[in-house]
């Protein structure tokens, strides 16, 4: 009797369990948006708890169709700065009299943390260029070492938007200079050509946290002209002096600027989410398919956050970017589980932190949970809830494996299909291209509400979400248990364009954009046939210095490659395990 009892319950704690439907239905798909792109999860930023809260229901989706889930339950985490904030403790004091943070004076993100009290030395914009008929110099007979480098905001052409300065006129840029000339900090300010309210920008974060080793500030013009009165001078009347002689100007100034700077970068973790439904053939078991899409977004929006509401504050709730793409991964998870057919094994993966610079993947393909090498696949969804009129689905990397157009168009029930062959792209599956694994990246396209508060969930196409989900299901499951895997070929560079292509050469690497190797510049990836190719480099490389000038991040990286010429030798120190090694690049 005990035995039938203890059988009877079993069977009812069974019937009574989490329950799935294994076909892509529009209940379920609406389930799944309307919940992601809630408000109550606030635009699940990277980091807040809308992100955690949303990261939980996914795992319990992936639990709940009986796979199996990797990491920590399923949670692979990383961390990542997410803002900058004003400590306690910021100085600024002119001669002795002290000024206001926040309101006269505020640090840059990327500013260091340090003390400093020097003399001044104006130096106009801060510019100095010599390239063919491209020539400026602010510097002409001035010692800023050790001194305080006042400059301009902007470049001689400021009505220009498509300015020859621009690669030279930003605040990092301008920095770096200061910091190469061993100025003691710069001090910035904006004259009335580049605005003419006489206010501070906000402290904003660039999503890179690197960071200098000098101070890096910006000042109201009044703060400036009490710094220049020591010379009877004012911003205004230098600026226009500049722009009326169409030329540098440097000028010393005897007076003593001191500060002392506090910026907090916070730093929070976040994860993703990974689960694994293992494969049933013998031979085929130990090959992965990949399927996923990232899960953040935008929390409320506002400066820095990549909203293009740049002066709105409020939920963004990114339905379609992307939590169109997470049901899309869910109801694949659940449709193969159920199906209980797959060959080879599937991992599915909601990524945390893409709109950080996909930092999810990046962690991801650096501590995957098997080799990269036996990965065989990967498919990418974002944005897959806007299916327009015409039908029309665009579809990346098609040309990452020499089948993969053939499989899109045998399937394609009556999509317009726009194929790019490209394998690196703005999302997630550009992480695992880098590794040479073969990608499908599918969408239905931007949209008015990309990245603004109204990517809602009541503006879903839902009915061309579950056909865009059942295309994809088809293609996954041919993927999944052809008898061959794909055969992944190179579809373009592995690097993406500088905009201006201002460089008159390259190494061949692709940089890690997101700056989280604090170090120097780690590499990405390497270009077969490119002279850091040719010398020995190798992924995972951190680049320190460049013909022995420092590199601490992308910005100083592309500073120092502007300034090379084509055919010349250079040495590049770098860090590999963690040991230094001095590599000779012939360009």
């Given at each position: 009797m005990k035995n039938f009892v203890f059988a009877a319950l079993v069977i009812l704690m069974a019937a009574c369990g989490p329950k799935f439907d294994k076909e892509i239905t529009i209940e379920d798909i609406h389930d799944n948006i309307d919940y992601l792109a809630s408000d109550s999860l606030k635009g699940r930023k990277s980091g807040e708890q809308g992100d955690l809260l949303a990261a939980q229901y996914i795992a319990e989706k992936f639990e709940a169709a009986g796979l199996k889930l990797l990491f920590e339950n399923g949670f692979q985490e990383f961390n990542l700065v997410t803002s900058a904030e004003i400590a306690d403790g910021n100085q600024l004091k002119v001669n002795g009299t002290e000024f206001e943070v926040e309101t006269d004076f505020l640090p840059y993100a990327f500013s260091a943390n340090i003390n400093a009290e020097a003399e001044v030395v104006f130096t106009g914009f801060g510019i100095e260029v010599n390239r063919d008929s491209l020539k400026w110099n602010d510097f002409d007979g001035a010692d800023v070492s050790g001194k305080w480098m006042l400059v301009l905001q902007g470049d001689p052409d400021l009505d220009n938007p498509n300015s020859p300065y621009l690669e030279f006129s930003s605040e990092r840029a301008k920095a770096l200079k200061a910091s190469d000339k061993g100025a003691a900090g710069i001090i910035l300010v904006a004259g009335t050509k580049f605005s003419e309210e006489d206010e501070l920008s906000s402290l904003f974060?660039?999503?890179?946290?690197?960071?200098?080793?000098?101070?890096?500030?910006?000042?109201?013009?009044?703060?400036?002209?009490?710094?220049?009165?020591?010379?009877?001078?004012?911003?205004?009347?230098?600026?226009?002096?500049?722009?009326?002689?169409?030329?540098?100007?440097?000028?010393?100034?005897?007076?003593?600027?001191?500060?002392?700077?506090?910026?907090?970068?916070?730093?929070?973790?976040?994860?993703?989410?990974?689960?694994?439904?293992?494969?049933?053939?013998?031979?085929?078991?130990?090959?992965?398919?990949?399927?996923?899409?990232?899960?953040?977004?935008?929390?409320?929006?506002?400066?820095?956050?990549?909203?293009?509401?740049?002066?709105?504050?409020?939920?963004?709730?990114?339905?379609?970017?992307?939590?169109?793409?997470?049901?899309?991964?869910?109801?694949?998870?659940?449709?193969?589980?159920?199906?209980?057919?797959?060959?080879?094994?599937?991992?599915?993966?909601?990524?945390?932190?893409?709109?950080?610079?996909?930092?999810?993947?990046?962690?991801?393909?650096?501590?995957?949970?098997?080799?990269?090498?036996?990965?065989?696949?990967?498919?990418?969804?974002?944005?897959?809830?806007?299916?327009?009129?015409?039908?029309?689905?665009?579809?990346?990397?098609?040309?990452?494996?020499?089948?993969?157009?053939?499989?899109?168009?045998?399937?394609?029930?009556?999509?317009?299909?726009?194929?790019?062959?490209?394998?690196?792209?703005?999302?997630?599956?550009?992480?695992?291209?880098?590794?040479?694994?073969?990608?499908?990246?599918?969408?239905?396209?931007?949209?008015?509400?990309?990245?603004?508060?109204?990517?809602?969930?009541?503006?879903?196409?839902?009915?061309?979400?579950?056909?865009?989900?059942?295309?994809?299901?088809?293609?996954?499951?041919?993927?999944?248990?052809?008898?061959?895997?794909?055969?992944?070929?190179?579809?373009?560079?592995?690097?993406?364009?500088?905009?201006?292509?201002?460089?008159?050469?390259?190494?061949?690497?692709m940089p890690d954009f997101a700056g989280v190797e604090k170090r120097g510049m780690r590499v990405d990836a390497i270009s077969k046939g490119k002279p850091a190719y040719a010398a020995g480099m190798k992924k995972g490389d951190i680049i320190v210095a460049i013909d022995g000038k420092k590199v601490s991040n992308i910005y100083e990286y592309m500073d120092r490659l502007q300034k090379l010429e084509a055919g010349a030798t250079i040495s590049v120190d770098i860090l590999r395990d963690e040991k230094p090694t001095v590599l000779i690049v012939q360009l």
């Open positions: 974060f660039d999503k890179n946290n690197s960071r200098f080793s000098i101070p890096v500030i910006q000042v109201t013009r009044t703060v400036a002209n009490e710094i220049l009165k020591a010379i009877d001078q004012t911003v205004e009347k230098l600026e226009a002096e500049i722009m009326e002689q169409n030329a540098g100007l440097n000028l010393g100034v005897p007076a003593t600027v001191s500060t002392t700077v506090k910026v907090e970068l916070k730093e929070t973790s976040t994860q993703n989410v990974v689960a694994m439904l293992p494969g049933n053939d013998d031979s085929l078991k130990n090959e992965y398919v990949v399927v996923g899409a990232h899960f953040d977004h935008l929390g409320m929006g506002g400066l820095g956050s990549g909203s293009r509401a740049i002066d709105t504050v409020a939920v963004h709730n990114g339905a379609d970017d992307n939590a169109s793409g997470v049901s899309a991964v869910i109801q694949m998870a659940e449709k193969l589980a159920g199906d209980k057919s797959n060959k080879r094994s599937v991992i599915f993966v909601a990524f945390g932190a893409e709109e950080m610079g996909l930092l999810g993947s990046k962690a991801f393909t650096m501590k995957p949970p098997v080799e990269t090498d036996k990965m065989v696949a990967m498919f990418n969804f974002d944005m897959i809830g806007r299916l327009k009129d015409d039908n029309s689905l665009s579809i990346g990397g098609t040309k990452t494996a020499e089948e993969t157009e053939d499989l899109l168009n045998d399937l394609n029930p009556d999509f317009t299909v726009a194929f790019t062959g490209e394998g690196i792209g703005p999302s997630d599956h550009a992480s695992f291209y880098l590794e040479d694994i073969p990608v499908i990246y599918i969408s239905t396209g931007a949209h008015p509400d990309y990245h603004t508060p109204q990517d809602d969930a009541e503006l879903i196409n839902y009915e061309g979400a579950q056909k865009v989900m059942n295309y994809s299901a088809a293609l996954v499951d041919e993927v999944v248990n052809r008898a061959e895997k794909l055969t992944f070929q190179e579809a373009g560079s592995k690097f993406q364009r500088s905009r201006g292509g201002r460089f008159k050469v390259t190494l061949g690497v």
